[in-house]
Nanobody
């Protein structure tokens, strides 16, 4: 069973930046892709970004395109989300997750393992 641990969340002012990290525990870790999702209070969990593990191909939600960058370090089994130009509406718990499928990249139910989440709060 893969365990994912996120870190790097915190409180930041609007316009600021944060970098989230997600570390996978399993040595033979090799998903098709890893993704970041977020969930704000009272809202459904939503897709943020995804990166394929082998080729590093990225895909972003329109709401974060141009502001967030997803990257990975295969040797460390880690994935990152660099967030800049943060807005109050980016406030949420951010989760990383793994998927074995190439289709439906934005669907929560396509992801197999999830971390516990890290809180990001953007003040205005």
């Amino acid at each position: 069973q893969v365990q994912l641990v996120e870190s790097g969340g915190g409180l930041v002012q609007a316009g600021g930046s944060l970098r989230l990290s997600c570390a996978a525990s399993e040595r033979s870790f090799s998903p098709y892709a890893m993704g970041w999702f977020r969930q704000a209070p009272g809202k459904e969990r939503e897709f943020v970004a995804r990166i394929t593990w082998s080729g590093g191909i990225t895909y972003y939600a329109d709401s974060v395109k141009g502001r967030f960058t997803i990257s990975r370090d295969n040797a460390k089994n880690e994935v990152y989300l660099h967030m800049s130009s943060l807005k109050p509406e980016d406030t949420a718990i951010y989760y990383c997750a793994t998927t074995r499928t190439a289709t439906a990249a934005t669907r929560v139910d396509r992801y197999d393992y999830w971390g516990q989440g890290t809180q990001v709060t953007v003040s205005s």
